[in-house]
């Protein structure tokens, strides 16, 4: 498999499609980080990238260009989002390589813009990016970097909702794209890769998840690693309704992408807003913990990504976890008291004073 590779890095090489052999040359590192021929012919490419004009052959290596290859040596912890392309098959890998479209960014220049339609995904091949976004109140926050063989976008580009992100080079930043025709055709050929696609976005997902939510700390990795499995990962459009009051509540909810209203309908059918849900908001903690139907309706107010869980899952891995459920009934009571004046009161007429 590895000699493939090779040969297809140097026939590119050899097309002057630079960008495109060493993108091949890293993945093959990725699989051996001691094969010597993909190190020799990524130092040359290095050389070459750097000065045009240099012939063609074997080049002393330039420190860069050792650098380059040292760091896609194994894959430590937290950088698992890099073995996507180790993941494909080879067939499946050749074709994918032969799809993806090199670009190159210069430093500050965006590549993705948060809230515009997602229609690729992208692999870095060298440089680095951040990644930016738009918090509650309207600042901009970097929130993230990536550097070589991470790749961005295709949670947008599979399901189907706006950036969620602006992704900018930090650095003169060379990457290939895959677009959403160029990934429908590839998946006419072959259709295990989209699995491989999926399951790639869904590992993004519940790894961000579950490392940073307060409410999965106290589970061991093995634990977190045996609830990941359940989660299913769900899109809501705008205006969709999530739970409806008085309704029964089929499963516990994360919130990961978008904006949620909680509603509260009053006995003379009138609703008041009690509170909007954002990105990381768990919501039918009330009925999972008390056995309620839901106290409230939630809606989505923007489209939005979710992880559900239903309530075979949340019994199996949560309620027996002590610390878990402690957090679980603590969010529900502090929802429930902050609320019990708009549960229990009816609405007054306009103008009336309220006791």
Partial sequence: ??????????LWARQGLLVRAIALCKVILRLDPAHEPARRLLAELDARRLDPHAPP????????????????????EGQTRASLL??????ELLSMMETLQPRVFQPGESIVEEGQPGSSMFAIVEGSVEVVRT??????RTVAFMGEGEFFGEMSLLAGTPRFATVRAFERTAVLELTREQLELLLQRHPS????????????????VLRGNPLFRTLTPSQREALARDFQICSRPAGALLIEQGKEVDALYLLLRGRCQVLHRHPDGSQVPLRTLGEGDMFGEIALMLGLAATATVSAETPCIL?????????RHLLSDPGVCEALSRLGNERLLSSAGLYWEAPLPPGTPRA
Avoid: I, N
Avoid at 307 to 315: A, I, K, N, T, V
């Fill in 1 to 10: 498999m590895l000699a493939d590779y090779e040969q297809l890095a140097e």
């Fill in 193 to 208: 890769v989209e699995d491989v696609l999926q399951g790639f976005h869904r590992e993004r997902l519940l790894e961000d």
């Fill in 57 to 76: 052959g074997p080049a002393v290596p330039r420190p860069q260009a050792l650098d380059s290859a040292a760091a896609v040596g194994p894959v430590g």
């Fill in 135 to 140: 918090l509650k109140s309207g600042r901009r």
């Fill in 307 to 315: 992880l559900r869980l239903d309530w075979g899952s949340c019994e």
């Fill in 86 to 91: 180790s993941r494909v098959g080879t067939r």
